[in-house]
């Protein structure tokens, strides 16, 4: 979305990013396996989960972190409405599997298969 | 309501999930498609006969060849003049389009719908299939990605949709396609197999997920998917993951080998109508949504089950 708002190009589920001078290969986890898309840099890239390892904060630099100043502002402050134009009319519990039957061996398990009509 | 429903295709055929999309939006109102790609004409022929399809708008061009979002937003943006709702599938190409069209057209997208609870109103999965919200929306115009798992797929034939050219040059937008992988197999693509074998980290290595899943799921002609412990540790590709964060599957005969069955992936597979679950750990989370569960080593229960098939 923040692609489009800037009319950027955009490479999403990125598994792998390489940037050569002033665009960026980005390697995309799609349904059937990877897509390699090159895009005209700024582009708006997001990650799929395997892209790399997360930097966590040193202990150091969150002590750090909290002398630092923070400025609060409100949406308001940027002229940006947030309020919701979806509403949400209720959230209800999705319809709960129960435990099935537990078979002894293969044999009885393959009787099941049968019945069902998957082995023949 | 006039929908407009973009089409993912791929070797001149129309997906099955574009099918489930259909169906969604006939609950809406009229049905147009969007085929959009190079030489798509025998796409456009195929998608005019999906049932209960009004009009079929083809845009044909280079820029459209690869689904890259740029050039299809901008695209879905022009036709949406004269549209009310615009529907993708929930696959990785319909959902690299929607919040594009969605943020050119100002309004929130409606994401993986589950059902059309009316008008505008729709449920849709939270916090990883864990609750369902019933949400409805004050936009002027909707953008929804589609559960291709929770709706019936609209039959191939019978449709008498009337073909109509958009000429627009399209633009990139400073993206280019540079190839793909698309791994090659022979096996049912997992959203749409009708039996799924899925093999967890118990396989121990990728050998042993070749030898023990793969000729079970070619006895039994499934498709074959993984948990993400098994994907991480490199045992199969990516694509094959099953779960929250990989596919959402529903076919008839889940057989999940070797998983203990964490949420993340309950929340991809819990909709299948049977499971069956082999693990040697009785107490692991997969039991309580199997119909069938067989606890036991499945390095000796999976060879003895594919040569007794």
Known sequence: ?120 | MKTLVWVEHDAGQVKDATLACVTAASKLGEVHLLVAGEGVGPVAEAAAKIAGVGKVHVAEGATYAYALPEAVATLVVELMGHHDAFLAPATANGKNIAPRVAALLDVMQISEILSVEGDATFTRPIYAGNAIATVKSSEAKLVITVRGTSFEKAAREGGTGEIEAVSSAGDAGGATFIGQEISKSERPELTSAKIIVSGGRALQNSENFHSIIEPLADKLGAGVGASRAAVDAGYVPNDYQVGQTGKIVAPEVYMAVGISGAIQHLAGMKDSKTIIAINKDEDAPIFQVADIGLVGDLFKIVPELTSKL
């Open chain 1, 1 to 120: 979305m923040l692609a489009a708002l800037m009319g950027r190009p955009q490479g999403t589920f990125a598994s792998k990013v390489e940037v050569e001078g002033d665009s960026v290969t980005v390697t995309r986890e799609v349904d059937g396996g990877l897509e390699t898309v090159k895009l005209a840099i700024p582009a708006i890239v997001t990650t799929d989960l395997r892209l790399n390892e997360p930097r966590y904060a040193s202990l150091p630099n969150i002590m750090k972190a909290k002398s630092k100043p923070l400025a609060n502002k409100t949406p308001a402050d940027y002229g940006v409405d947030t309020t919701p134009r979806i509403e949400t009319v209720k959230v209800s519990e999705p319809p709960k599997r129960v435990a099935g039957i537990k078979v002894a061996d293969v044999d009885e398990l393959m009787a099941k298969l049968k019945a069902m009509g998957v082995a023949a």
